[in-house]
């Protein structure tokens, strides 16, 4: 999976936050272990999943010693069994232990979002329909999570309210209308993506009419999103992009993806997050 400088850059800032929240002013039980001690640990997998963190273990680890080094078996993407050996570490052995549960704790909640995305992006598979996050993510992991959805074979939605405009209940509640919503947002942001939240039917001919290029399905009943298809076709002149969203669970997503909608944007993989099981073991040298 790729990483940007953009990314590059938080990983190392989210790698030292974790370590400064952890060892404060010292790693008083590490100290127990004698300086000159080596060792080599390995990272195994005690449940299945699908790996997202890589970047950010090796970023601990090289914040905290860089002679550890580390020889991967699996790389960000992949399925893993449980009881596989997902990283194999060596180095010396106080840095070893001190970084050991911020480096974890980043893989366990990382490859959760992955597992989980990638379980969505099975049950539509073949319907040509995407799954979305949204930025109901973890304070301080918008672009980590937002990697590990990549990582699930998901895409990403807007990364934050600067880089796209979705009108929403409340802004079109404030501006009177959707049109005059979107009249606004076009001119104040001339060339900036626009999608607009409808809540019924007679919202979305509005949003048809204002000639939005995306429109989300809020809380729609599979009838009704079938519908909305059946119009969108009909009276979008193009028609816009539908994306379904409210409350999309595993179980029925296949269903609505059937009905035609071109995205699903589910909250639950980043904010319903179940870490995954992964245990560090260090071997007899």
Request: aromatic content about 4%; glycine content about 8%; some cysteine.
């Amino acid at each position: 999976m790729t990483i940007d400088k953009t990314l590059a850059a938080d990983i190392r800032v989210v790698a030292a936050r974790a370590l400064d929240e952890d060892i404060g002013a010292g790693d008083l039980t590490a100290g127990l272990v004698p300086a000159a001690a080596v060792s080599t640990a390995t990272i195994v997998a005690r449940e299945p999943m699908t790996m997202a963190g890589q970047a950010w273990v090796a970023e601990v680890y090289r914040q905290l010693d860089p002679r550890i080094e580390l020889d991967w078996h699996h790389a960000d993407g992949d399925t893993v069994a449980a009881g596989s050996i997902v990283c194999r570490l060596h180095g010396p052995s106080r840095a070893l232990l001190t970084g050991e549960r911020s480096a974890l704790n980043l893989l366990q909640t990382l490859s959760a979002t992955a597992t989980a995305t990638a379980r969505y992006v099975a049950a539509v598979a073949g319907t040509g329909c995407r799954i979305l996050d949204t930025r109901k993510t973890l304070p301080g992991l918008r672009l980590a999570q937002k990697y590990a959805v990549r990582c699930g074979g998901g895409s990403n939605h807007r990364i934050g309210l600067f880089d796209a405009i979705l009108i929403k209940e409340n802004h079109i509640v404030s501006a009177g209308s959707i049109g005059n919503a979107v009249a606004a947002a076009r001119s104040l942001h001339p060339g900036v993506s626009i999608e607009v939240e409808v809540e019924s039917l007679a919202e979305l001919r509005e949003g048809l009419a204002a000639g939005v290029e995306r429109l989300m399905l809020d809380d729609f009943s599979p009838d009704q999103m079938t519908e909305a298809v059946r119009i969108n076709r009909v009276e979008g002149n193009p028609p816009a992009e539908l994306e379904a969203s409210g409350g999309m669970m595993l179980a029925d997503v296949r269903r609505v993806a059937e009905t035609g909608v071109d995205f699903i944007s589910v909250g639950a993989l980043t904010k319903h997050v179940q870490a995954i099981d992964l245990s560090m073991r260090f071997e007899n040298d």
